[in-house]
């Protein structure tokens, strides 16, 4: 062979690797139809850091069978905005997945497909233990939103909660 064949060898085999990588799905944070989008928002839209907004910190924890966020509640005003500090108080990674019960329900179960998806969504996160990190969610949509860790096992050991979005 000579050398521009080489050459043209291997250059058609690096585009071929390129186009398949820049192809292959998603597995942070897409996966498609399987429940797992995070284009739109059940309980709002991420935040505006230039605008007012009330902190609450929510703590992670588990122990003797259970596990839990403190507060397991939060009521917030419809438009409000809220930055969630999230720590992580336990021994085990958690999450913390704000959206409806509906598609937390079904992202549980790709979870279950796929117990190591890592997420850093504009609605959730996933931190190891003593890990830190902040949420900053604007409540547009009134309802009763959830959020849950959606590790297997964690939301059924009663890691999950409630926020109310009240009328103004």
Same mark, same amino acid.
């Not at 399987?34 to 992670?60: C, L, N, W, Y």
């Given at each position: 062979?000579?050398? #521009?064949?080489?050459?043209? /060898?291997?250059?058609?085999?690096?585009?071929?690797?390129?186009?398949?990588? =820049?192809?292959?799905?998603?597995?942070?944070?897409?996966? &498609? !139809?399987? /429940?797992?989008?995070?284009?739109?928002?059940?309980?709002?839209?991420?935040?505006?850091?230039?605008?007012?907004?009330?902190?609450?910190?929510?703590?992670?924890?588990?122990?003797?069978?259970?596990? /839990?966020?403190?507060?397991?509640?939060?009521?917030?005003?419809? /438009? !409000?905005?809220?930055?969630?500090?999230?720590?992580?108080?336990?021994?085990? *990674?958690? !999450?913390? =997945?704000? *959206?409806? *019960? !509906?598609?937390?329900?079904?992202?549980?179960?790709? =979870?279950?497909?796929?117990?190591?998806?890592?997420?850093? *969504?504009?609605?959730?996160?996933?931190?190891?233990?003593?890990?830190?990190?902040?949420?900053?969610?604007?409540?547009?949509?009134?309802?009763?939103?959830?959020?849950?860790?959606?590790?297997?096992?964690?939301?059924?050991? &009663? =890691?999950?909660?409630?926020?109310?979005? #009240?009328?103004?």
């Amino acid at each position: 062979m000579t050398k #521009s064949y080489i050459r043209l /060898g291997r250059s058609l085999f690096l585009a071929a690797g390129l186009l398949a990588a =820049m192809s292959a799905p998603h597995v942070l944070a897409e996966p &498609g !139809e399987q /429940g797992h989008s995070h284009k739109a928002f059940a309980a709002g839209e991420p935040g505006d850091p230039t605008k007012p907004f009330r902190v609450i910190d929510v703590a992670m924890t588990e122990g003797d069978g259970k596990m /839990g966020y403190d507060p397991s509640s939060v009521t917030v005003k419809l /438009g !409000e905005q809220v930055k969630f500090v999230l720590i992580n108080k336990g021994s085990l *990674d958690h !999450e913390f =997945m704000l *959206d409806s *019960d !509906e598609k937390n329900a079904k992202h549980r179960v790709a =979870m279950q497909k796929n117990p190591e998806m890592e997420h850093d *969504d504009p609605n959730g996160r996933r931190l190891k233990p003593a890990g830190t990190s902040e949420i900053l969610w604007k409540f547009s949509k009134p309802g009763t939103f959830e959020f849950a860790c959606l590790i297997p096992g964690h939301s059924e050991a &009663g =890691m999950k909660g409630l926020v109310v979005v #009240s009328a103004k």
